[in-house]
């Protein structure tokens, strides 16, 4: 590969300690099993406990303690071990489905010098653990892959120690099988990374939560990013945004409905009309690790032991009832906490507007040490626990540092050039900054045929498309409409990343029943903006400015078409500019 | 292997025992009652050869101490089997068992034959011969067998296959060894060799040194040194030499690679008894030395995989001075001799009943499994090993430590107590 530089392996830090089969009370919360390197995550982890850590004082933050949770990582030597010896690399990188995959790897025997440090976890933990991915190409700055592997969340309560070990061993084959998921292969190919030297280390990790009868979660998850591409009001890109749901993280890397706001301004409202519309948008549902009666018995299923519940079913928990507030009738007004009947809003209230807990000044704080540390702008995933029974003591664990790629091209998109007679998609909200004139290929839903009842459908008609124009290596212009990626498909085409991975330019045209705004913490955004690809918002009539040529699209001819998706080609390139400082786009024809 | 004619494994084992109830402080009582087998059987077994001619085979077996549990232990078939061998070997068992605190006793058995020379009916003949003459006196929960020197999983299912014929009921615990898939256990092959790397593996975290920047010699090609040599590869270790009996020549041979060893390489060349074709393994480059030339190699670890009474006070100071670690594989590869040798140059012995007892750990949960009737899958079968070994290794280290013993002493001190502990909770003393 002339030309190419490959960076070598991260093999961690040298204080990475080998694990002695003692996790809590072990020597260091931090550890290491086998050899080679420990993955783009687990350098993360790292990272943030040598230099964030270290540099934030004071410790604990203002009654909040921050810390890495417990973690063992086994190394890409054990990864490299299972694949060898067990004959797996030849499926793995085929295009058999994953659910073969899946299976094979279930089937594999694990590396002899595995198993034991295995076991020994099995018979010390009964709490539950997180089986985190951490390849080495993972949250990469040049390739984002976020959210493309597996993590697996498992009870590890069961009674008996040869259960727990089944299901940890389980988790792990699992999360080393989702290293050449269809997904993953993708992905890897859309970003000229060759699967083949892709490997695996898997982190063993507490979760930072409680248990609640079946319930195993933390209070708050969250995403604090020190950049934001959709500022609203009076904020400003650099100021950053901060998601955060209740339950686990889960809720907001998929892009459910969670609480946005600015670190700045961390008392403003969202930007909703009404307080009725803003209840509208509160979270309703959370995710939650599994305790109870054991599900259906399904190894290859990433959210074996995950449920999602309504918000409602933990009405009774103190964290809850100290995080939400009820809308008042009467008086028309938000009041904070549980303390009365009525509608509740998750919106953190008591902790951004009260300052009961200074969880947004710690945050401000963990973001500018990153940054420092990163040299770049950066996203934190976290998750935290507080009792307010007991005068709220906090513990917030970092779970992920990932620098994000902000384009500093220059592009210039004008008013004039949005009333261009050859523009064939103007957009007066945009995300990413850019310009391409290497695309002739325009992969759209049709206008008269799309319904939101029809998402799913749209999803996988998507996919062949996508891949036939992967192969042929024509980067391609995707339109559609609502929320692409979204993970509620009456809110838009709930296409996985893999669906898409081609599609190096994406409008989003919204519709007067489906406008909702991104989730900047969802990994489907992350690697939108990580992949630079140009996204282009097109609002319906009358809400905005940007239009799209429907016209000349249709008069094209198709090169391929299905019952909701058409494909044509243009004759000549198109030219794609969006200009990220001044919230414009554009995608220009040959006059 | 000239002058080891006069040696007595029974007599090195008692004196091995002496010194560790010296140790304990044992009473009188104990030391007597476990000096000495609780019971050995001792009996003919008449075969039709090929020939038609009937040839008479000396069968043994052995129960040392069953206070903790059903004895376990292998059956030898050897031409110099003798009673004192398999009386050693039994006390061994009884050792090894509960330093790795498994719920068995020892146990030992043998038959004064060499298969080599036996064609596969009259080894059938044999093993059922066995069986027959001690039905009675064995069993899932009495005595449990397995294979052994020269004894394999066909052989087990002879075995096996007479014992149920003659109880009238399927008894899948009675013997272990069996092939996967006719109530063997997953791993079983692996584990005594694995089980050796196991605890080298926390000898070497004990002495602060990485496996990859370690060599090793191996004593024997057979099942335990090639499983331990595959594991140690794993681990990054690398063999530089490995000795083997040739049987054409009746002698044993060395085969050293400066660069090391290639197993897969050696294992292709190698017969089903563990001898390596000496003609090829010149063509691949390696250099044929004397059988005893293992020994004396530059190498951080000696293994010596094969038979008992090899490192002795005449060799023991043919060692090279970089040799840290001499992890025992074989039964008594080594005399109290040549242990003085290792223990004044500080070398650390893994005393053979640990290091070895991989195999009968493995063999403790095959019968497990087969009393069930439910087997379990390779990774939580070696997890459960690896926790096993390492933990007895880390009891007896720790022990060592504290109380500035030498390792076998240790691990014997670890045993012998937990056995007599079990006679007097019994009341038997």
């Known amino acids: ?130 089986v985190r991915s951490s390849s080495l190409l993972e949250d990469a700055l040049e390739h984002p892959f976020a959210g493309v592997y597996a993590t697996k969340m498992i009870p590890n309560n069961q009674h008996d120690a040869d259960t727990r070990f089944r299901r940890l061993t389980e988790a792990v084959k699992f999360v080393w099988a989702s290293t050449f998921f269809r997904e993953a292969l993708a992905y890897a190919r859309s970003v000229g990374v060759d699967p083949a030297g892709e490997k695996m280390a898997v982190i063993l990790q507490e979760i930072v939560g409680r248990r609640r009868g079946e319930r195993f979660h933390p209070d708050i998850a969250g995403v604090a990013r020190s950049y934001n591409y959709y500022p609203t009001g009076h904020a400003k890109p650099e100021h950053g945004v901060v998601n955060l749901a209740y339950g686990l993280g889960k809720t907001i890397v998929d892009g459910g409905t969670a609480w946005t706001y600015s670190p700045a301004f961390p008392k403003a409202p969202p930007p909703y009309n009404s307080l009725r519309d803003l209840l509208r948008q509160t979270q309703t549902t959370f995710w939650t690790v599994h305790m109870g009666a054991p599900p259906a018995w399904d190894p290859t299923r990433e959210t074996e032991y995950m449920r999602q519940l309504p918000v409602t079913a933990a009405e009774d928990d103190e964290a809850l009832r100290f995080l939400v507030s009820t809308y008042d009738a009467g008086a028309d007004r938000l009041v904070p906490g549980a303390g009365i009947d009525g509608p509740r ?78 523009a064939v998609v103007t957009a007066g909200f945009v995300l990413g900054n850019g310009a391409r004139d290497d695309v002739a290929d325009v992969v759209y839903l049709k206008p008269q045929r799309f319904s939101a009842d029809a998402t799913p459908a749209i999803a996988a008609e998507l996919e062949p498309f996508n891949r036939a124009l992967l192969e042929a290596g024509r980067p391609y212009l995707l339109i559609g409409f609502g929320r692409w990626g979204s993970s509620e498909p009456w809110l838009g085409v709930p296409v996985q990343w893999s669906q898409i991975s081609g599609a190096r330019a994406i409008v989003e045209a919204t519709l007067p029943q489906m406008s909702p705004d991104l989730s900047q913490g969802s990994h489907f955004f992350h690697n939108l903006i990580g992949s630079r690809v140009l996204y282009l918002c097109v609002p319906h009539e009358g809400s905005g400015r940007g239009r799209i040529d429907w016209d000349w699209l249709d008069g094209l001819p198709a090169v391929g078409e299905t019952e909701h998706v058409r494909h044509v080609r243009t004759p000549t390139a198109l030219r794609l500019r969006v200009d990220g400082r001044r919230g414009r786009g554009m995608v220009l024809r040959d006059e | 292997m000239a002058g080891k004619s006069a040696f007595n494994p029974f007599e090195m084992a008692q004196a091995q025992f002496d010194k560790v109830a010296n140790l304990l402080d044992l009473d009188a009582g104990t030391r007597e009652l476990l000096r000495f087998p609780l019971r050995e059987y001792a009996f003919s077994i008449p075969v039709r050869m090929d020939d038609g001619k009937v040839k008479v085979f000396r069968g043994f077996r052995v129960q040392h101490n069953d206070a903790r549990g059903p004895t376990k232990g292998g059956i030898r078939f050897h031409p110099q089997e003798t009673i004192d061998t398999v009386r050693a070997l039994a006390m061994w068992m009884t050792w090894k068992c509960a330093v790795v605190d498994i719920p068995l006793g020892g146990g030992k058995g043998g038959v004064i034959c060499d298969p080599h020379n036996l064609s596969p009916r009259e080894q059938e003949a044999i093993c059922r011969g066995w069986v027959r003459q001690l039905a009675k ?54 584990a005594t060799g694995y089980g050796l790397v196991f605890t080298l593996r926390e000898a070497l975290k004990e002495l602060g040194l990485r496996p990859e920047q370690t060599c090793a010699s191996v004593q024997g090609f057979g099942n335990v040194a090639q499983y331990a040599i595959e594991l140690y590869h794993q681990l990054g270790g690398k063999t530089l030499c490995v000795s083997c009996w040739d049987q054409a020549d009746q002698t044993s041979y060395s085969f050293r690679k400066s660069s090391g060893i290639d197993l897969r390489e050696l294992r292709s060349i190698t017969d089903r008894f563990g001898g390596i074709d000496k003609g090829k393994a010149r063509e691949r480059g390696y250099e044929v030395l004397p059988g005893e030339a293992w020994l004396t190699q530059e190498v951080d670890i000696l293994m010596p995989c094969a038979l008992e009474n090899q490192v002795t006070g005449d060799n023991a100071g043919g060692i090279h001075k970089r040799v840290r670690i001499v992890a025992e594989g074989a039964n008594g590869p080594t005399t109290p001799e040549a242990d003085r040798v290792l223990q004044q140059r500080g070398i650390f012995v893994i005393p053979d009943f640990l290091a070895n007892a991989g195999g009968v750990t493995c063999s403790y949960f095959e019968q497990v499994q087969s009393n069930m009737n439910y087997f379990w899958e390779k990774d939580e079968v070696l997890g459960k090993l690896d926790v096993k070994m390492t933990s007895a290794f880390l009891a007896v280290s720790d022990l060592a430590r504290r109380k500035k013993l030498f390792q076998r002493d240790a691990a014997y001190v670890i045993a012998v107590n937990r056995v007599a502990q079990a006679c007097k909770d019994r009341g038997w003393v």
């Open chain 1, 345 to 422: 809003l998750l919106d953190f209230a008591r902790l951004l507007k009260f300052d009961e807990v200074p969880l947004n000044a710690l945050l401000r704080r963990l973001l500018r040490l990153a940054e420092e540390e990163v040299g770049a702008a950066v996203e934190l995933e976290f998750a935290m626990t507080l009792d307010p029974r007991d005068g709220l003591p906090a513990r917030l664990g970092l779970l992920q540092v990932r620098p994000m790629a902000v384009s500093e091209e220059e592009v210039e998109v004008t008013e004039e050039d949005l009333l261009r007679p050859n």
């Open chain 2, 137 to 190: 006196d064995v069993g899932p929960l009495v005595d449990v067998p397995a294979p052994d020197v020269m004894t394999n999983a066909q052989h087990m299912l002879w075995m096996l296959d007479e014992f149920e014929a003659i109880h009238g009921a399927k008894y899948p615990g009675f013997i272990t060894g069996k092939p996967v898939g006719m109530g063997g256990s997953l791993g079983r092959t692996e």
């Open chain 1, 1 to 130: 590969m002339e030309g190419q530089t490959r960076r070598n392996p991260p093999e961690g830090p040298s204080w990475v300690v080998p694990f002695d089969r003692r996790f809590f009370d072990g020597a260091d919360p931090f550890t290491r099993i086998g050899g080679g390197a420990i993955g783009g995550k687990a350098q993360g982890l790292a990272l943030i406990r040598e230099r964030i850590l270290s540099r934030l004082s004071p410790q604990p933050f203002d009654g909040i303690e921050v810390v890495v949770p417990t973690l063992a990582v086994i190394a890409t030597d054990r990864f490299d071990a299972f694949l060898e010896r067990n004959g797996l690399r030849e499926l793995a990188l085929s295009d058999e489905p994953d659910d073969r995959k899946a299976q094979a790897f279930q089937r594999a025997e694990l590396p002899a010098e595995l198993a034991g440090d295995l076991r020994a976890l099995a018979l010390q933990l009964r709490t539950p653990l997180a």
